[in-house]
């Protein structure tokens, strides 16, 4: 059984210009003092010689077995992190996360591609960061490579991909491995719509086959299709969990205030 | 009764038969090191795969559309000791027989302990981007590094060969010393990467420096010049950890047995390393990502 409990989480991102990640700044600011400035939200703070922002302040979730659950706010409230603290990358500072149950994330960004590389190479690597074993991506590399529809491509280097190709060839390798918990950041990236089609009906059985499901994204329609429950989340808390509907009427309002 | 467990509460046996709360506040020998432990376990347990296919990676990658591939490795480095040991020979006043192969074998000892050093301070900050998309041990970036050093250095045998061919130096069963001698500089590589790669992520300003007394090491490292040469510099040679990394190296390779001061120094900077490594890496673990 799958469950993910967050009890008072807190994580603060220490913000270091090229300045205040030298030792001189160091030195020098134990000499100073730093100052402490703060801003309207309160999220930032000047701490001697680093700036911190507080990304997660206080946050107390339990997600439990069968649980699909969107996560809802505007740009920067901690969404993210919310998600890597969950997916154990961020340990936070103060709090207890105790989550229960292998995990599978769609975080965007290109984890362990390399320009360089095949296609098909590419797809042993990130298979490998993903926790596979050779013989594990050897059985799934034949339908991950159907799955890009890349043809011969796939033996050619990443770097000559298109955007939409390289779309196509992240989302195969990354939705190839079944989890009890699938963590999802924003939609999908690029790809035509057939594409876009097709991974969603992926996205949909993955999701299916999963004990918990955590989207964090702007769009309604993923939310509505994806998700029965929804947390409003603001400048680094959770502050509400409801229904999808009750959560993104919500989050519209406070979008027009 | 209840005396007798108070007393053996330090050890370990007893601490296993407490809750954890009560472990954490007393002083258990081994709890300081406890996560950095489990992530070296973990990274050599769960990820050998992917480290040894990503160190292979990392060559390939470098020489893709070259025919000789990671070879020209080798050839750089055969030249660059063809054309020292050119201009050095007469200096240090030695002959080929003598002075080519404590030249080349020292120099590819240095090309490994030097490497290791510097790329350590990298280890964290060059695989940034993974680590902050990846709950995996931050070992695995460290046996990474260490195993292209060893795939590197496994090409660079051939400079070996050679000079063994062209000099008439035959392997003899000081030539397996060798073993132990490389199984502790990548201990030493594995405490660099724990120490170095955590200390500059945080400070971006150690790498450089590091860089650069590295760079100085080589020419205050007997690699070039016999440590008997320079009796008043003596001190260059006792007091300087790498003439010992290197010594356990160099010195099978030329059919020697290094003494066993030298085994002991360097099994003591090792070790040492080793702890002092293990406590930074435990303590600062968790730290890393944000400082990426």
């Not at chain 1, 997600?63 to 919310?82: D, F, W």
């Not at chain 1, 309604?220 to 999808?244: D, M, N, W």
Request: hydrophobic share 50%.
């Amino acid at each position: 059984m799958a469950s993910v409990h967050l009890a008072n989480v807190t994580v603060n991102f220490p913000i270091y210009d090229a300045r205040s990640r030298s030792l001189k700044r160091r030195a020098m600011s134990v000499v100073t003092r730093g100052r402490v400035r703060s801003d309207p939200t309160g999220r930032i703070s000047d701490a001697g010689h680093r700036v911190l922002v507080r990304a997660l302040d206080g946050v107390d979730l339990t997600i439990e077995h069968g649980t699909r659950i969107g996560l809802v706010g505007r740009n920067g409230v901690g969404k993210s992190t919310l998600l890597r603290v969950i997916a154990g990358i961020y340990v936070p500072e103060a709090g207890q996360v105790a989550v229960t149950g292998k995990i599978a994330s769609l975080l965007g960004g290109s984890l362990g591609i390399d320009p360089e590389l095949s296609g098909r190479e590419n797809i042993e690597l990130r298979g490998l960061y993903l926790g596979l074993s050779k013989a594990e991506i050897r059985e799934r590399l034949e339908d991950v490579i159907d799955f890009t529809e890349l043809g011969p491509f796939i033996d050619m280097p990443f770097r000559a991909y298109s955007a939409g190709m390289r779309a196509r060839l992240d989302f195969a390798i990354s939705t190839a491995i079944a989890a009890e918990i699938l963590l999802i950041d924003e939609g999908l990236g690029a790809g035509d719509a057939s594409f876009i089609d097709k991974a969603n009906e992926r996205l949909e059985k993955l999701a299916e086959r999963a004990g918990i499901v955590i989207v964090a994204s702007h769009s309604e329609p993923l939310l509505r299709k994806t998700c029965a429950r929804a947390a409003f989340t603001e400048a680094g808390r959770v502050l509400a969990i409801g229904s999808v509907d009750e959560v993104l009427e919500r989050y519209n309002a406070s979008l027009a205030a | 009764m209840e005396a007798k467990t108070e007393t053996g509460a330090g050890t370990p046996r007893a601490a296993q038969r407490r809750p954890s709360a009560t472990l954490q506040r007393r002083f258990v020998p081994w709890v300081p090191f406890a996560r950095g432990l489990r992530d070296l376990w973990q990274g050599w347990r769960d990820y050998r795969e992917l480290w040894i296919s990503t160190g292979w990676y990392d060559i390939r990658k470098r020489y893709r559309r070259s025919l000789l591939g990671p070879f020209w490795i080798t050839i750089s480095l055969g030249a660059f000791i063809a054309g020292l040991s050119f201009i050095y020979m007469p200096l240090v006043g030695g002959n080929a027989e003598n002075y080519l192969p404590y030249l080349a074998f020292g120099f590819v000892a240095w090309q490994l302990i030097s490497n290791l050093v510097i790329e350590s301070s990298n280890v964290f900050i060059a695989n940034g981007p993974i680590i902050q998309q990846l709950r995996a041990p931050l070992s695995i970036y460290i046996y990474q590094m260490v195993w292209r050093h060893l795939i590197i250095l496994a090409h660079n045998s051939l400079i070996y060969v050679a000079v063994a061919v062209f000099t008439g130096l035959w392997p003899s069963w000081q030539t397996l010393l060798v073993v132990p001698g490389l199984i502790l500089v990548c201990i030493n590589g594995i405490s660099l990467g724990m120490l170095l790669g955590t200390l500059c992520a945080r400070f971006r300003d150690i790498p450089p420096i590091i860089a650069t007394i590295t760079q100085m090491m080589f020419l205050l490292t007997p690699i070039l010049w016999h440590a008997d040469q320079l009796p008043r510099r003596g001190m260059l040679v006792a007091f300087n950890p790498f003439y010992y990394l290197l010594e356990v190296i160099r010195g099978p390779l030329l059919g020697q047995a290094p003494s066993l001061l030298v085994w002991s120094v360097a099994t003591g900077i090792t070790l040492i390393g080793f702890i002092v490594a293990l406590g930074f890496f435990s303590r600062f673990r968790d730290r890393v990502v944000y400082w990426l």
